[in-house]
């Protein structure tokens, strides 16, 4: 077994010590060692208009790779994958599973379907049962929530010999699809002599790293283990990650090695908008790449008592409260704030918090894309909220502590304790740089795209 080591740019996989034409490779394995105006009225307009974002080249995401190389990469094995309708081939827009089962040359045992479902028909928090597909006839796993036992049991009743993850992730902790990947990798391990397969995509919002590391007793559904809040890597880099530094503790052991079938014409200084990529949904409430950039940092809205736009056409960009009123975006756009300006808005959700409630508040726009740090406009937004609203606070879920929900988003108890002395966002924003700097030296071993900052 061999340590994991970055491979050059534009090759299409990572190698572990195999040579000569086959399907390892094109594959990346990763070895067990391894303003306020006058008056205070109107919101002041610093930036210039947003530039537009043109694709800097086709990008092929793995899926795409190994389809062009007729799936060999599944030749005489039996697959189960975990997927959802991000999982297409250019070709048509086609799920990978509809795609293989068409094709006759990959033997696809079972689908695994994690939160909103194989299909896509599930909202936040829900899925789709388990069932038998229509159009393939291959039965459909509810993966959502489903621990390693859970996922054992998948494996001996499907006869599977191969895991495969391919979803479009979004690069944040407390974005459940990495953590039904975790789950299936420890299920990999304990049962034995699975082979772990990742079809890469890109992160959407790139490569660099942002946040706090999640702490001891802070783990739940939407942070299972010691990962940054938002990581800057690739589903296939995160597995790599998991496999060489958390599966030892959480499974018992390790995968001897987890094949990635790299991303071609990706490097991590690119953003969604410029892969040329079709958006796919990667989940209901996640409906443009520009929800995905700010979604690591407004998703902490969740543990406020501020509606996040769920329940609008524009979730993680409206946010506001029926309490709020025009001052927050005169406020925020005062503090001119990298990469963003702030609208006054009102909204009236269909669901979710604040139901048919008029909610007023702001709508974030984001006009210099690569200067975006989400989690602290969203740190500069609560902040603010807190010094001008006296109704402002947390999501009631713990009566004892009703910001434990910020923690587990957050990942400690820290974010909560500076935000209720009063601290500055630059004031709090201080508290994560030391586990950005570390995190980036972690998981540096694991990373199969080259960064350049």
């Known amino acids: 077994m061999t340590k994991p080591t970055p491979d050059s740019h534009g090759d299409t996989t990572a190698r572990s010590g195999h040579s ?19 008056g205070g009225l109107l919101p002041a307009t610093a930036h210039a208009a947003r530039p537009a974002q043109e694709p800097r080249q086709t990008v092929r995401p793995g899926a795409d790779v190994a389809a062009d190389d ?7 094995r039996k697959i189960g994958v975990i997927t959802n309708p991000t999982g297409i081939v250019r070709d048509g827009l086609i799920s990978i599973v509809d795609q293989m089962h068409a094709s006759g040359k990959v033997d696809v045992g079972a689908v695994f379907g994690p939160e909103h479902g194989f299909r896509g028909s599930a909202q936040a928090g829900e899925s789709e049962d388990t069932y038998v597909d229509e159009r393939t006839g291959i039965t459909v796993y509810d993966a959502y929530g489903a621990n390693a ?19 479009q992730d979004v690069g944040v902790r407390f974005y459940t699809y990495i953590w039904t990947m975790y789950e299936a990798m420890i299920a990999a391990i304990r049962t034995g002599g699975k082979t772990f397969v990742v079809l890469d995509r890109p992160n959407p919002v790139g490569g660099t790293p942002h946040g706090a590391m999640m702490r001891d007793g802070f783990t739940s559904g939407v942070g299972k283990d010691k990962i940054l809040q938002a990581h800057g890597m690739t589903a296939g880099e995160v ?31 690119m953003l969604f908008a410029e892969t040329g990529l079709t958006w796919t949904l990667p989940s209901p409430n996640m409906p443009t790449p ?59 959700p269909t669901f979710s918090k604040h139901a048919g409630e008029v909610c007023a508040g702001v709508q974030v726009h984001i006009m210099e894309p690569h200067e975006v740090n989400s989690l602290l406009v969203a740190t500069h937004m609560m902040t ?63 990373l199969l795209y080259p960064r350049t900052r």
């Not at 009123?325 to 909204?347: C, K, M, Q, S």
């Open 290 to 348: 520009d929800t995905a950039l700010l979604y690591y940092g407004t998703g902490l809205f969740e543990a406020t008592n501020m509606s996040e736009g769920r329940g609008t056409t524009r979730p993680f960009e409206l946010i506001g409260a029926p309490y709020a009123d025009h001052r927050w975006a005169a406020t925020l756009n005062e503090r001119d704030i990298p990469g963003v300006e702030f609208r006054e808005a009102y909204f009236n």
């Open 70 to 76: 007729d799936w060999s990469v599944f030749a005489g």
């Open 239 to 269: 597995a790599r990650y998991f496999n060489g530094e958390l599966m030892a503790e959480a499974a018992g052991g390790q995968l001897d090695e987890i094949e990635v079938v790299k991303v071609d014409g990706w490097s991590p200084d």
């Open 384 to 446: 603010a909220a807190r010094d001008l609203y006296d109704d402002f606070g947390w999501r009631a879920l713990d009566g004892a502590n009703p910001g434990r929900w910020l923690g587990l988003l957050t990942g400690s108890d820290k974010f909560q304790q500076l935000f209720e002395a009063g601290a500055s966002a630059e004031q709090i924003s201080r508290m994560w740089r030391a586990d950005e700097r570390s995190f980036d030296r972690q998981r540096r071993q694991y």
């Open 149 to 167: 036992a859970k996922f054992e049991t998948f494996y001996a009743e499907s006869g599977i010999d191969t895991v495969v993850f391919d979803i």
């Open 20 to 38: 000569g034409i086959s399907r390892r490779g094109m594959l990346a394995a990763a070895g067990a060692g391894a303003a306020v105006t006058a």
